[in-house]
Nanobody, 123 residues
Framework: QVQLVESGGGLVQAGGSLRLSCAASGRTFSNQAMGWFRQAPGQGREFVAAINWNYNTYYADSVKGRFTISRDDAKNTLYLQMNSLQLEDTAVYYC?????????????????WGQGTQVTVSS
């Protein structure tokens, strides 16, 4: 079993930055692919970014060039650095983990989920 706890969300003005963290416990973190997803009010959960066991990354087109996913295996922590935030980035952000070491953009491929952290971007 894996437990995931996100933190770092909050209220930020458009153009600003936030860094989300996801602390993992309960399984060998370094063998897992990890991802970030988000869900805006009234919408489905969508892929944001993913990272392989070997640090290979993949991003949704909507965040490419603005967001950076990274992992610190020594700390069992996943990060999402979000820069140049836009109003449409407002959502609950979820951390997810796969039993498989390879990244995926499909939420159905992920086995474990955190509780989410709210990110609100204001004008």
């Amino acid at each position: 079993q894996v437990q995931l706890v996100e933190s770092g969300g909050g209220l930020v003005q458009a153009g600003g930055s936030l860094r989300l963290s996801c602390a993992a416990s309960g399984r060998t973190f370094s063998n897992q692919a990890m991802g970030w997803f988000r869900q805006a009010p009234g919408q489905g959960r969508e892929f944001v970014a993913a990272i392989n066991w070997n640090y290979n990354t993949y991003y949704a087109d909507s965040v490419k060039g603005r967001f950076t996913i990274s992992r610190d295996d020594a700390k069992n922590t996943l990060y999402l650095q979000m820069n140049s935030l836009q109003l449409e980035d407002t959502a609950v952000y979820y951390c997810a983990a796969r039993k498989n070491p390879f990244r995926s953009s499909s939420l159905n491929d992920y086995d474990y989920w955190g509780q989410g952290t709210q990110v609100t971007v204001s004008s």
